[in-house]
């Protein structure tokens, strides 16, 4: 059908192309008509590839037809290649069940309806309980006395920490170990004022 249609828009005439392709008259003709009313032209198979168009028109004209042209020519006539979507197989059967069970439920609406009724509703209560922030250090055989915070941590209040519950600690451990000061990255510990107290007290292990 293609090749007719090809043919015929390229300026040959029925008797010709019915030499070329050896048809009858009378399918070429009904062809052409068909395409003249509707301006399309059904597709024998989406999935032929570039390689096998070429073919297929280079064997039916009897002549080489370069890929390239034909590539051309079914962009002008709109015909672009694509990707096939992939999707779980599904049989003609379960597509019709699946229908089915869509137009079952075509009119359902969003509506909570019960959803939110007294009846159906499992009461919650937040917890009383408030929870109380500590901070603290320790080495693997001697722990800090915990240190109650009662605002957020601050650049401000972790230098405090530092300066009235760690380096007492840390002044009172074994001077014949080797200790490193560790804390993770928040925010309030890479602060510009918390990395300036570091170096403004010098010890090498507290950077």
Sequence with gaps: MREIIGLWRGGHSEQNIEEIL????????DIITNYKNSQQITAEDWQQSLDEITKKISESLSIFVCSSTIKSALYYEGFFGQAGKRKPLVSEANRKKRLEWCYERRNWDTE???????DCLIPTVKSENQGVMVWG???????????????????????????NTFLPFYNSLDDDLEYIFQDDNAPVHRARTVKQWKEDNSDPSLL
């Design 22 to 29: 050896d048809h009858s008259k009378t399918t070429i003709h």
């Design 112 to 118: 909570p309806h019960e959803k939110y009724d007294v």
């Design 137 to 163: 250090c320790f080495t693997k055989d001697k722990l800090d006395p915990l240190v109650q915070v009662s605002s957020s941590i601050t650049g401000d209040v972790y230098i405090n920490l530092l300066e």
